[in-house]
């Protein structure tokens, strides 16, 4: 089993930047398929970005370009850098895991078995 903590959550202004962390705990020393998924109240949660064992990554259409996933392995611990955020980037982010050499899929909530409590960003206009 493992824990995760997100960190570096805020307030920004459209076009500004923020760097989430994503700490693991517990049973690290397995491959696991790590994303980034965010909520927006009202909204289903979806995926952002992923990044399997072996350094693949993915990233959803509204994160090209813009986002950065990546992993410390060293320091258990998993990034996602945020640049030109928008007002619509607003939510909830949660960091996710699962237990898998290959993602089962990077982007569908179901397929990750452990999740953080969330960091929120809030982007102003």
């Known amino acids: 089993q493992v824990q995760l903590v997100e960190s570096g959550g805020g307030s920004v202004q459209a076009g500004g930047s923020l760097r989430l962390s994503c700490a693991a705990s517990?049973?690290?020393?397995?491959?696991?398929?790590m994303g980034w998924f965010r909520q927006a109240p009202g909204k289903e949660r979806e995926g952002v970005a992923g990044?399997?064992?072996?350094?693949?990554?993915r990233y959803a259409d509204s994160a090209k370009g813009r986002f950065t996933i990546s992993k410390d392995n060293a320091k258990n611990t998993l990034y996602l850098q945020m640049n030109s955020l928008k007002p619509e980037d607003t939510a909830m982010y949660y960091c996710?895991?699962?237990?898998?050499?290959?993602?089962?899929?990077?982007?569908?909530?179901?397929?990750?078995?452990?999740w953080g409590q969330g960091t929120q960003v809030s982007v102003s206009s």
């Open positions: 517990g049973s690290t020393s397995s491959s696991y398929c």
């Open positions: 996710a895991a699962d237990r898998a050499l290959f993602c089962r899929s990077y982007f569908s909530p179901s397929s990750f078995a452990y």
């Open positions: 990044i399997n064992s072996v350094g693949n990554i």
